[in-house]
């Protein structure tokens, strides 16, 4: 079984500075998606990135960017040019890349809180 | 707004009632999901409906019990909650195998007296 783990449960950063925040994972799959989802206080999921694993190249969107360490299972999510709107859970997710059935599912880690400074 | 529907967003119901959560999709996805988020834990994938067939029932209690008449709705029907069935319940649907992205709902917020 896929587990998916954030080992940093709040982060804070100042309004247009950088934060980075941390993701490890295990699978023995080889092939698979990964992902950052944003929750808000509106609790509603917003998905901001994400991340083929047969893919070298690292995700960007706009501000957001990843630094994904396949062999080392890591998938940090950098924000640059830090909002009070980037204010939120954020969550990291996996999926595996094999058709069918449960493997739609994703699975999640525990959440990063990220507060920002004004 | 992301285009998936729940209602009520908030529930307060005792250990004796039945109610029911709903979900609402206009995105043409064909599979539909069920999460609970507990404060403190990673979200939990309760039942997965692919074309409107169940095709993962996580080890969630009887008490909860999905149904999924069509490819746009689900429903979570509750009966003889517990306290510790208090959480935030999620909807997401997707388009199907192919895709990798998940739509959420805002949630509906329960709270078992």
């Known amino acids: 079984a896929q587990t998916v783990t954030q080992s940093q449960p709040e982060m804070s950063v100042q309004e247009a500075e950088t934060v980075t925040l941390s993701c490890t994972y295990d699978?023995?799959?080889?092939?698979?998606?990964l992902f950052w989802y944003k929750q808000p206080p509106s609790r509603q999921m917003i998905l901001v990135i994400r991340?083929?694993?047969?893919?070298?190249q690292n995700a960007t969107e706009n501000r957001f960017s990843v630094n994904f360490q396949k062999a080392a299972k890591s998938f940090s999510l950098k924000i640059s040019d830090s909002q009070l709107g980037d204010a939120a859970m954020y969550f990291c997710?996996?999926?595996?890349?094999?058709?069918?059935?449960?493997?739609?599912?994703?699975?999640f880690g525990k959440g990063t809180l990220l507060t920002v400074n004004p | 707004e992301t285009g998936v529907t729940q209602t009520p967003r908030h529930l307060v119901m005792g250990m004796t009632n039945k109610k029911s959560l709903k979900c609402e999709q206009h995105?043409?996805?064909?599979?539909m999901y069920w999460y609970k988020q507990s404060a403190k834990k990673p979200l939990e994938l309760m039942f997965v409906?692919?074309?409107?067939?169940?095709?993962e029932n996580n080890s969630v209690p009887s008490r909860f019990s999905p149904e999924c008449p069509n490819s746009s709705h689900l429903f979570l029907h509750l009966h003889t909650l517990q306290p510790e069935d208090s959480a935030l319940y999620l909807c997401?649907?997707?388009?199907?195998?192919?895709?990798?992205?998940?739509?959420f709902g805002q949630g509906t917020r329960l709270t078992v007296v």
């Open positions: 991340q083929e694993a047969y893919k070298q």
């Open positions: 995105l043409g996805h064909n599979a």
């Open positions: 409906y692919n074309f409107k067939e169940q095709t």
């Open positions: 997401a649907s997707s388009q199907d195998s192919y895709a990798d992205e998940a739509f």
């Open positions: 699978t023995s799959e080889s092939d698979y998606y």
């Open positions: 997710a996996y999926r595996s890349a094999r058709d069918g059935g449960s493997n739609y599912k994703l699975t």
